[in-house]
């Protein structure tokens, strides 16, 4: 498994998780890591991205100050921390990699995915 997921559970609305991201060697180095979301009977949406250098971050409108991106390369982890949590944000939410600091909203641009991680925001 290249990429796996994890963090993901049932959190009142108002509540925080924090998710992780695990990649190997090759999708991680020189990799930008991306979470994408998918609620049912939507399409997946973006959420966030972190560059390889620099900790350059991207964000979805939606999420903007309530969640932030990180990674640690030592790790080879990349996380997403979410704050504030509302019930709209309730989706599998799945981590990403490209080569490619561009166009990060469209999820072909990406050229490795993990295994999401179900997080549901109860009202």
């Known amino acids: 498994v290249q990429l796996q997921a994890s963090g993901g559970g049932l959190v009142q609305a108002g509540g925080s998780l924090r998710l992780s991201c695990a990649a190997s060697?090759?999708?991680?180095?020189?990799?930008?890591m991306a979470w994408f979301r998918q609620a049912p009977g939507k399409e997946r949406e973006f959420v966030a991205a972190i560059s390889w250098v620099a900790g350059g971050t991207y964000y979805a409108d939606s999420v903007k100050g309530r969640f932030t991106i990180s990674r640690d390369n030592a790790k080879k982890t990349v996380y997403l921390q979410m704050n504030s949590l509302i019930p709209e944000d309730t989706a599998v939410y799945s981590c990403a990699a490209t080569s490619r600091w561009s166009r990060l909203k469209f999820p072909s641009e990406y050229d490795y995915w993990g295994q999401g991680t179900l997080v549901t925001v109860s009202s």
């Open positions: 060697e090759r999708t991680f180095t020189n990799n930008h």
